[in-house]
């Protein structure tokens, strides 16, 4: 995040919504924070345009939520919407392996691998939003490749909610659990055993959920928060 002396009138509002998003994502801009238009156009030293694409941008990934007549917020999830999440993805998720193992095709699992491999690499770093992309887009890989497009879709508007839970509340360590457990999904789905690979993908979301510490709220860190909030 830009502060007020440094000017940044070159940057588009993709520029923007990415630096807004850094912010969120490190808890530098905790779940709640009310992002004021004033504030971030005099810190981005832009048009309060520039800023309303950005905070489109934003909403559209689930990171903010715009509320009438009060403006955008951090999204701020909680664990009764987390848990209405996670119900929902195992039910579709198993029925998108079942998809998934029918028409993989050896090119398929190559291409997997080769994103396991950099998922794995990142997993045990510190930037988290790179980290939760990476993670999130396994699962749309296995979807593109069942080949339902409604439920691709689906599944592209849940992962989106998921990672902005998981951005808050989820450990390092627990998201190289995550890519653990991908890596076996994987393993075990290229033998063809369909109902272990069912059981494996419930369990995994299962395991992402119960992980999450909602106790543990991230808090505002420094005088970023206060810089838009005056």
Do not use: W
């Not at 490190?26 to 156009?41: F, K, N, V, Y």
């Not at 193992?101 to 770093?125: C, F, G, N, Q, S």
């Not at 439920?151 to 995550?178: G, H, N, W």
């Amino acid at each position: 995040m830009k502060n007020e002396t440094t000017a940044t009138s070159d940057m588009n509002g993709e520029d923007i919504a990415a630096d807004i998003a850094r912010a969120i994502i490190s808890q530098r801009l905790p779940p709640g924070t009310r992002l004021r238009e004033e504030a971030l156009a005099r810190a981005y030293g832009v048009s309060r345009t520039k800023i309303r694409a950005a905070l489109l941008m934003l909403t559209k990934d689930k990171l903010i939520t715009t509320v009438p007549d009060k403006g955008a917020f951090v999204s701020k999830p909680t664990a009764e919407e987390a848990r209405d999440i996670f119900a929902v993805r195992r039910i579709l998720e198993v029925a998108m392996v079942r998809e998934f193992v029918a028409r993989a095709t050896p090119a398929d699992y190559r291409r997997i691998e080769r994103h396991l491999k950099d998922e794995r690499k990142i997993a045990a770093r510190e930037d988290v939003r790179l980290r939760n992309l990476l993670l999130a887009d396994f699962h749309l890989l296995l979807a593109e490749v069942a080949g339902n497009a409604v439920l691709t879709e689906m599944l592209r508007e849940l992962s989106a909610r998921s990672s902005v839970i998981t951005a808050f509340y989820q450990s390092t360590m627990d998201a190289v659990c995550s890519s653990d457990e991908h890596r076996e999904f994987l393993r075990v789905a290229r033998e063809g055993d369909v109902e272990r690979a069912c059981a494996l993908m419930v369990e995994h979301l299962e395991h992402v959920e119960q992980a999450l510490d909602f106790e543990d709220a991230p808090r505002p860190r420094g005088g970023l928060v206060a810089a838009l909030l005056t």
